[in-house]
């Protein structure tokens, strides 16, 4: 099956140093999960895996300064 299939969405998750972490997927928990494929341990320890939100593709501009 074609993960084309399930829509997916663009999460940033809260840090703890006051950035936000952008991660992509069809839920929250899916998005984290792939940033843990991406970050060493010490990089997902500054992550707040239940403090994020979803925003539509067309608004990631306004959140680019605050991307860490």
Same mark, same amino acid.
């Given at each position: 099956?074609?993960? $084309? @299939? @399930?829509?997916?969405?663009? $999460?940033l998750f809260e840090m703890k140093n006051?950035?936000?972490?952008?991660?992509?997927?069809?839920?929250? /928990?899916?998005?984290?999960?792939?940033? %843990?494929?991406?970050?060493?341990?010490?990089?997902?320890?500054?992550?707040?895996?239940?403090?994020?939100?979803?925003?539509?593709? %067309?608004?990631? /501009?306004?959140?680019?300064?605050?991307?860490?």
């Amino acid at each position: 099956m074609s993960s $084309f @299939n @399930n829509p997916h969405y663009i $999460f940033l998750f809260e840090m703890k140093n006051g950035k936000e972490k952008l991660a992509y997927g069809p839920t929250p /928990q899916d998005a984290y999960e792939s940033l %843990r494929l991406r970050l060493s341990a010490e990089e997902m320890e500054l992550i707040y895996s239940d403090k994020y939100t979803r925003i539509p593709q %067309r608004e990631l /501009q306004q959140h680019v300064h605050n991307l860490g």
